[in-house]
């Protein structure tokens, strides 16, 4: 392998995975929310914003939706 490579003449190229790279976002999530990701990423080894990401992702996976019912709205 040689000491030194000469890069000058390589061309610049847009990276064909960008659109796929997580956004970063802020979000204010309650306390207790997040006192129970901070605990199971914990006990899984893995950071708590990857637990959230990954719950997020699985909800997406089996189509989850919430069922929103504001006090005094018919649904």
Known sequence: M??????????????????RLKKSVTMRLSEDVLV????????????????????LRDCIAHHRRIKIAWPGKAS
């Open 2 to 19: 040689k000491a030194e490579y000469d890069l000058s003449r390589m061309k610049a190229r847009r990276n064909p995975y960008a659109s």
């Open 36 to 55: 129970y990701f901070k605990g199971m990423a914990a006990e899984a080894g893995v950071p708590y914003q990857n637990l959230i990401n990954l719950y």
